[in-house]
T-cell receptor, first 112, second 109 residues
Framework: NAGVTQTPKFQVLKTGQSMTLQCAQD?????MSWYRQDPGMGLRLIHY???????DQGEVPNGYNVSRSTTEDFPLRLLSAAPSQTSVYFC???????????FGSGTRLTVV | TQLLEQSPQFLSIQEGENLTVYCNSS?????LQWYRQEPGEGPVLLVT?????EVKKLKRLTFQFGDARKDSSLHITAAQPGDTGLYLC?????????FGAGTILRVKS
């Protein structure tokens, strides 16, 4: 099992550009989430999904879109990148609500 | 404002010392999890506690969930340099998992 795979690992964007961060899991997990991690702030929830076709907003959803067309994939789209979106992004998945999450290794995004 | 408050934010100790990290909230959680994260990697789950008053042990690590399911603690006995890392608590509320800001632990040999 590969677990949770995130691509790319590093990305530099110019302000205003759009891009998609990819996340795939091969554990047949229903729950998937996207977090951003900034120094001193822990992980903040951006969007999450409880199953294919179902998504909802987390704590900091503005500027991001998600979709969940399959159980395996949960891409995160930045619509128009801003310097405030410079961060490390983590995708995570879990079999059940309340169970522990498996995290990907992260995408380090810099917006200039 | 963090829903989960962790303390201390930073801890630097000598090898062999004991330590406790706290995770507090005014909200009730259905479960609480502890993760450890190393630089450049994603968090890795250490434990999940579900029942109020529950105590779980993982080698030299002891985790406790408060009776009211609003707080938790992580105690490390005889810390080793390999314990160095960022320790994160996370609470489950509905379909969301929310994190504290973390405790950076440095164990010096």
């Amino acid at each position: 099992n590969a677990g949770v795979t995130q691509t790319p690992k590093f990305q530099v964007l110019k302000t205003g550009q759009s891009m998609t961060l990819q996340c795939a899991q091969d554990m047949n997990h229903e729950y998937m989430s996207w977090y951003r991690q900034d120094p001193g702030m822990g992980l903040r929830l951006i969007h999450y999904s409880v199953g294919a076709g179902i998504t909802d907003q987390g704590e900091v959803p503005n500027g991001y879109n998600v979709s969940r067309s399959t159980t395996e994939d949960f891409p995160l789209r930045l619509l128009s990148a801003a310097p405030s979106q410079t961060s490390v992004y983590f995708c995570a998945s879990s079999m059940l609500q309340g169970n522990g999450y498996t995290f990907g290794s992260g995408t380090r995004l810099t917006v200039v | 404002t963090q829903l989960l408050e962790q303390s201390p934010q930073f801890l630097s100790i000598q090898e062999g010392e004991n330590l406790t990290v706290y995770c507090n909230s005014s909200s009730v959680f259905s479960s609480l999890q502890w993760y450890r994260q190393e630089p450049g990697e994603g968090p890795v789950l250490l434990v999940t506690v579900v029942t109020g008053g529950e105590v779980k042990k993982l080698k030299r690590l002891t985790f406790q969930f408060g009776d009211a399911r609003k707080d938790s603690s992580l105690h490390i006995t005889a810390a080793q340099p390999g314990d160095t890392g960022l320790y994160l608590c996370a609470g489950s509320r509905g379909n969301k998992l929310v994190f504290g800001a973390g405790t950076i632990l440095r164990v010096k040999s």
